[in-house]
């Protein structure tokens, strides 16, 4: 199959490696010609230009630049593209994704591989990034079937775990287990480094280990990903905020009324809880 992929980076590269070494034909679009190169030499694609007609032949096209970049990357490829192409993209946000693309191009399948690293562009690219991982498909009910079967075929031959929902139940999700831990993670880290004696914010840093090291890790990551989750996905963000800070009330109110019976019973149900969301990966 003829494999388009626009935008060259960590999700983009690493798609065209593992494309490509299921026997596809990968053609690359980036902003930068350095870039196309790079994804060249690395084997991510057959070739890459900064020109979208190289996507005219493709039969299936992968969306993989920044979101910030769709709604532009997509009206300036459909003149480029056969009527029959499917497209679908990756972002991590599907509401606004779904909403904003799909009246433009009717065979668009909303997708996000739920797979990533701390690291960012082409260089990040690596091969079986996508193994074990989630990978969500959107369709709408006006969505052609047949599109998505071909989208579903590519990311189940990446050995993937397929989910369909709608965009907004994948919003509302990944709100809980990704944006969110990402805000609370960044709360954590500004309400520990507010500590005004100086002697004691030495002594923390110097005592943290790996309890802080994991409850951190999210909020010290690229800012730029988490002002995206923020800005694309405001109403679901807001939403688990809120009954996260709900959640700390509780707790602030039973610490602070020595009700131990009560955090303790609180604990027990976290402790149990947290294998519904980490168990399948033995984590
Ligand atoms: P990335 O590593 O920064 O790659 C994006 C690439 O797109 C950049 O390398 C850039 O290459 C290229 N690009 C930027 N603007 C472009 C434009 N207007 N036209 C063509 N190419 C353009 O980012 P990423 O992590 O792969 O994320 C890409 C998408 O995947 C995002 O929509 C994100 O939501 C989604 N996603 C990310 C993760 C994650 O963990 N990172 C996981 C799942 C999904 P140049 O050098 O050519 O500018």
């Known amino acids: 199959m003829n494999i388009g992929i626009v935008g060259l980076g960590l999700i983009g590269g690493s798609l065209g ?16 010609a350095q870039t196309c190169q790079r994804a060249i030499d690395r084997g991510a694609v057959d070739d890459a230009g900064v020109s979208l007609t190289l996507m005219q032949t493709a039969d299936v096209v992968f969306i993989c630049t920044p979101l910030a ?28 994704v779904v909403e904003t693309i799909a009246p433009l191009w009717p065979n668009f399948v909303g997708g996000h591989p ?11 690219a690596q091969h079986d990034l996508f193994v074990g991982a989630a990978y969500v ?25 397929i989910y369909h929902c709608q965009p907004d139940e994948h919003d509302r999700a990944v709100a809980w287990i990704s944006h969110l831990p990402v805000m609370t993670s960044a709360s954590l880290i500004a309400a520990c480094i507010s500590e ?7 002594l923390a840093q110097a005592l943290a280990s ?5 409850t951190s890790r999210v909020g010290g990551g690229n800012p730029e990903l988490g ?8 109403t679901a963000l807001v939403r688990s905020l809120h009954t996260y800070r ?38």
């Open 114 to 124: 739920m797979a990533g690293t701390a690291e960012s562009g082409i260089e990040a």
């Open 69 to 96: 970049a769709m709604q532009a990357t997509v009206v300036a490829l459909i003149p480029h593209l056969a009527p029959t192409t499917v497209l679908t993209d990756v972002g991590s946000v599907k509401g606004w």
């Open 246 to 283: 709900n959640a700390l009330d509780q707790l602030i109110r039973q610490v602070e009324q020595a009700n131990w019976n009560e955090i303790e019973h609180c604990l027990k149900q976290t402790q149990q809880a947290r294998q519904g969301f980490v168990v399948k990966d033995g984590t």
């Open 137 to 161: 498909l959107t369709p709408t009910p006006t969505t052609p079937v047949a599109a998505v079967q071909q989208v579903e075929a590519l990311a189940r031959s990446l050995q993937t775990r």
């Open 210 to 214: 790996s309890g802080f090291r994991d």
């Open 196 to 202: 005004p004696d100086e002697t004691v914010l030495n």
């Open 227 to 234: 002002v995206m989750m923020a800005q694309y996905n405001q």
């Open 17 to 32: 490696l593992d494309l490509r070494s299921r026997g596809h034909t990968v053609w690359g679009v980036s902003r930068s």
